[in-house]
């Protein structure tokens, strides 16, 4: 890989979900990066492929520097010239597992699915994500599959990697939109949002003056109405 930095503008990078190793952007993140903007901080270069122009590291600079910039704002950009599309890839993980936001366990999934799909052994996996092999296999155990059409598959696989609250979809199948409706489930256990739902309404801590919440509660106990009495 030979690399260079340039000056281009915002507007000629591209974000390929392809290539990213992490299964979303962050908003809050690339809001702090803003704020760390307007105070006068200076952000390290984005890292793009130097054909294609696609980011393979600073996704959430890069939207922090169009918010703060304007999309026709010219930055530094360091192009790499990649052998292939699985070195592109390696190099994805490998930088976005060394600084910026943390991966967490879906992002370090995904990066697994991906880097496999790509032909890398697990043991230039764990490499990449600097963690122990056998962790890496770990990784893999709640793994569902879905139509490839899905959004929230890893690219060019049918895996989708499951957060906490579907863990026992593990090596079952996804509908379209089970995969779909699975971006929107939260990332700790549904016993627990229960638990604390029931005595946030006990104790009267649930605002019930909220007339969305109130219209979201009866739509609540209406699907578990027809869902506990097939039970």
Not at 35 to 57: H, I, M, Q, Y
Not at 89 to 112: C, E, P, Q, Y
Not at 132 to 158: C, F, I, Q, Y
Not at 166 to 171: L, N
Request: contains cysteine.
């Amino acid at each position: 890989m030979s690399n260079k930095i340039v000056t281009i503008p915002l507007a000629e990078l591209v974000e390929d979900m392809d290539l990213y190793p992490r299964h979303a952007v962050d908003a809050a993140h690339v809001q702090a990066l803003v704020f760390a903007l307007e105070s006068g901080a200076n952000l390290p270069p984005l890292v793009a492929d130097g054909k294609s122009k696609r980011l393979t590291d600073g996704w959430h600079r890069a939207r922090a520097l169009r918010r703060f910039l304007g999309p026709d704002a010219a930055v530094d950009v360091e192009l790499v010239s990649y052998k292939d599309e699985a070195a592109m890839k390696f190099d994805a993980v490998v930088r976005n597992a060394a600084h910026g936001r943390r991966l967490d366990s879906i992002d370090k999934t995904r990066s697994v699915i991906m880097l496999r799909a790509s032909g890398f052994n697990d043991a230039k996996i764990s490499a990449a994500l600097n963690m122990p092999e056998k962790r890496v296999e770990k990784l893999m155990v709640r793994v569902a599959t879905a139509p490839k059409s899905s959004s929230t598959v890893v690219p060019g696989t049918n895996k989708v990697t499951l957060k906490r609250s579907v863990g026992h979809f593990d090596g079952r199948s996804m509908t379209k939109r089970q995969a779909e409706a699975h971006a929107m489930m939260p990332g700790t256990s549904f016993l627990l949002i229960a638990k604390q739902l029931c005595v946030g309404l006990a104790e009267g801590l649930v605002d019930l003056t909220d007339d969305r919440l109130v219209a979201q509660f009866r739509e609540l106990h209406e699907e578990l109405t027809t869902k506990l009495a097939a039970v």
